[in-house]
């Protein structure tokens, strides 16, 4: 339909006497999905086109938070988070049902960004994050995770889909093999991975295997191992047109470019040249290339405001005094890396500090873990003020 004048001022009279929060949906809805179906080529940067969408789910957390501040500047810049793009988390069969409301609101020009995250042995060298699917259930996450996520996707080809695939599955194989829990999921790993890329390789898609970060993969001794991992995974996929490369620094804690890096004088560092998300990616690519894999990538900017807070480059679970970093954006200054998004929702837990909890790692009860901490995936409302307070650069 088209409006004419004093029906469009009509609406937006209407529009106007509405409570805020309804007046964004309306305004949200009216800018819904593409007219037609959305064909993203993955030999390009689609962060160029698109623009990481704000989803419902995380405006909703970040909403809910503003209310709980008291201090009226402090409140104003919260609001802000809201309209910041990031990836929604699919860590559970149950909220695949999370998607399609995800969806409802994304207008043409946006891609929204799904986290796939429930391999059978889920985080196996770790605690916090332990999925539902047990080892050896490769079938259930087939049948009953990918299948229905594929089914929806193709529904929706008129909405653009950015996913990042399995944190931390292929690189925990490729370092926590003498991990008894790791050597026993290897197998799903592998199968799940591959199955998932070449289930998902459609039109509206463009997938990104998670590589860990500089301080994971980036040791001398992993990089090639690394990028035959993820590069078989490609292959055994069968090479997916969809694919474009590598996520990294998924809810991390690694600078991109500070020179020299955050563990540069740590007595080891000379067995690690990737001392930033930089060097990392600058170099893990090319390895990527040669092992046949589209190698551009995404990094993970949601935490890394500040530095020098963790003990060890290893800590991964809540560090104490961090901040929000560089907002998302395709204007990186580097060929390889499409974009800066966030992917861990900002404010989300990583892990319980909750010593006596079937899930609680010790990681997240080091010296520079924030306590208390709820169950991953949580919201923390004082992680969240204090990422806002210690946000590089200001909101
Ligand atoms: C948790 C997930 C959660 C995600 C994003 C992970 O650490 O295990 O449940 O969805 O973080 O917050």
């Known amino acids: 339909m088209k409006l004419t004048q004093s029906t469009a001022l009509a609406f937006a009279a209407t529009a106007l006497a509405l409570p805020s929060s309804t007046t964004k949906e309306v305004a949200r809805k009216v800018n819904a999905a593409c007219s037609s179906a959305v064909t993203l080529d993955a ?8 623009t990481l969408h704000a989803n419902s789910f995380y405006r909703a957390e970040v909403e809910a938070a503003v209310k709980q501040i008291s201090d009226s500047s ?11 793009g990031t990836f929604l988390w699919i860590d559970t069969i149950a909220n695949i049902a999370k998607i399609e409301p995800a969806v409802s609101d994304v207008p043409c020009d946006h891609i929204l960004g799904l986290v796939i995250y429930d391999l059978p042995g889920r985080d196996c060298a770790a605690k916090a994050s332990n999925g539902e699917l047990k080892v050896g259930e490769i079938s259930r996450y087939k049948t009953e995770y990918i299948d229905p996520i594929v ?19 292929l690189p925990n194989l490729v370092t926590n093999a003498d991990k008894t829990a790791c050597s026993d999921s290897a197998s799903g790993y592998r199968d799940g991975v591959a199955y998932a890329i ?24 992993n990089l090639k191992p690394g990028a035959q991992e993820l590069a078989n995974a490609y292959k055994n996929g069968g090479n997916p047109k969809q ?62 405001g500040v530095t020098g807070l963790r003990k060890e480059w290893g800590d991964w679970c809540n560090v104490n005094g961090a ?10 200054g580097d060929d390889l ?14 892990g319980t500090s909750d010593s006596s909890a079937d899930r609680y790692d010790s990681f997240c009860g080091k010296d520079d873990a924030f306590k208390p901490s709820p169950e991953a995936g949580t919201w923390n409302q004082a992680y969240f003020e204090m990422l806002l307070k210690n946000a590089k650069p200001p909101f």
């Open 74 to 84: 402090l409140a104003a810049s919260a609001a802000k988070v809201a309209d910041v």
């Open 43 to 50: 030999s390009t940067n689609v962060f160029k086109k698109y």
């Open 151 to 169: 089914k929806i996707l193709k529904n929706h080809s008129n909405t653009a889909f950015a996913l990042v695939i399995e944190p931390d599955s």
């Open 323 to 332: 901040g929000f970093g560089v907002r998302p954006t395709a204007d990186t």
């Open 337 to 350: 890396v499409d974009a800066f998004v966030w992917i861990k929702p900002g404010g989300e837990s990583d």
């Open 243 to 304: 694919l474009r490369g590598f996520a990294t620094n998924t809810a991390g804690w690694n600078s991109w470019d500070q020179s020299p890096g955050e563990f540069a004088s740590a007595s080891d560092a000379k067995y690690n040249k990737c001392q930033n998300e930089k060097i990392y990616v600058d170099t893990f690519a090319p390895l990527l290339k040669s092992d046949g894999m589209p190698n551009h990538a995404i990094v993970d900017t949601g935490r890394n």
């Open 198 to 221: 070449k289930n998902l390789n459609l039109p509206n898609v463009v997938m990104y295997l998670d590589a860990g970060h500089g301080g994971w993969l980036g040791w001398d001794d």
